[in-house]
């Protein structure tokens, strides 16, 4: 059996190997953020991050989660400053080119130094700027919860989702959309943007 996507559908109570649980949480949608830093020479650093939410409001708190395998995260660590810029639909330049493996990522990128946090990206819909207050190891992952010390907005406009693999956008508030349907217009096809 195939899901609307093509991919073969876990069978119920089927073990939770890496494959099944990207295919069962896939249907989770999420934001889509960068996540920037800088390095041990005040290099920009930056990276995709899906797994972003509030945590706390007194006192400011949110949380991202990194692979602590990664390239960008272990540089930016232990710096103790990080900016989340939440990208718009119109943004998927910007996730491709810190989503990927290859590159240099702020090359011919107009960025700005914030004052309370990382690098602050154009166009984003809102940027939040934190200082890391606790760090903690999750299998590969670090769960890192960062204390909010500034927040920007930025761009109106809807935002960028990631769900079951591809990345969408949000209809306009007034438009009629069905709950569920097996059209995949808006949608964009993404492997491994999530290293």
């Not at 007194?58 to 990194?66: K, S, T």
């Not at 990927?100 to 004052?115: C, K, M, P, Q, V």
């Amino acid at each position: 059996m195939t899901d609307v996507t093509g991919e073969p559908t876990p069978e119920p109570g089927a073990e939770p190997t890496p494959e099944r649980m990207r295919h069962a949480l896939g249907h989770f949608a999420t934001g889509v953020t960068v996540v920037t830093g800088f390095g041990p020479e005040g290099e920009p650093v930056g990276f995709a991050c899906q797994s972003f939410t509030s945590v706390s409001l007194h006192p400011p708190l949110v949380l991202f989660c990194a692979d602590h395998r990664g390239r960008s995260w272990p540089r930016m660590r232990d710096q103790g400053v990080f900016t989340v810029n939440v990208l718009g639909h119109g943004q998927r330049d910007v996730v491709q080119r810190f989503g990927s493996a290859a590159g240099a990522r702020f090359d011919g990128l107009d960025w700005e130094r914030s004052g309370p946090g990382g690098p602050s990206l154009p166009g984003a819909l809102v940027r939040v700027h934190c200082t890391v207050e606790q760090v903690h190891v999750a299998g590969d992952h670090d769960v890192v919860v960062g204390r909010v010390r500034g927040l920007d907005d930025g761009s109106s406009g809807r935002p960028m989702l990631f769900y079951r693999g591809r990345f969408t956008v949000t209809e306009r508030r007034g438009s009629a959309v069905a709950a569920d349907t097996s059209d995949e217009s808006g949608v964009e096809p993404m492997d491994d943007y999530w290293g």
